[in-house]
């Protein structure tokens, strides 16, 4: 399974950012998929994720900011990032979890300054 993840980046405080993770057409839709963040010496930690049924899941410090979609048609996961915070600045990994197994994407950087 091959997650292709983009669209981090620098951004301002207040500002938004739209991340991206394509996914291979083979498991899309059948399995969640998520996106984690990571900052140098903490444990990844669930951001977001989606259910193949369209449920979706947040972490307390994202809920009303952020918001995980997905378009079948591309085989593509969205987290639409609005009001960001400094806080927010971490590396955002894309995952889809396989019965237990997970898949990630290559990490894409998200750095918010004040």
């Known amino acids: 399974v091959q997650l292709q993840a983009s669209g981090g980046g620098l951004v301002q405080a207040g500002g938004s950012l739209r991340l991206s993770c394509a996914a291979s057409?083979?498991?899309?839709?059948?399995?969640?998929m998520g996106w984690y963040r990571q900052a140098p010496g903490k444990q990844r930690e669930l951001v977001a994720s989606?259910?193949?049924?369209?449920?979706?899941n947040y972490a307390d410090s994202v809920k009303g900011r952020f918001t995980i979609s997905r378009d079948t048609a591309k085989n593509t996961v969205y987290l639409q990032m609005n009001s960001l915070k400094p806080e927010d600045t971490d590396v955002y990994y894309c995952?889809?979890?396989?019965?237990?197994?997970?898949?990630w994407g290559q990490g894409t950087l998200v750095t918010v300054s004040s």
């Open positions: 995952n889809l979890d396989q019965l237990g197994y997970d898949y």
């Open positions: 057409r083979r498991l899309f839709g059948i399995y969640p």
């Open positions: 989606i259910t193949p049924g369209g449920r979706t």
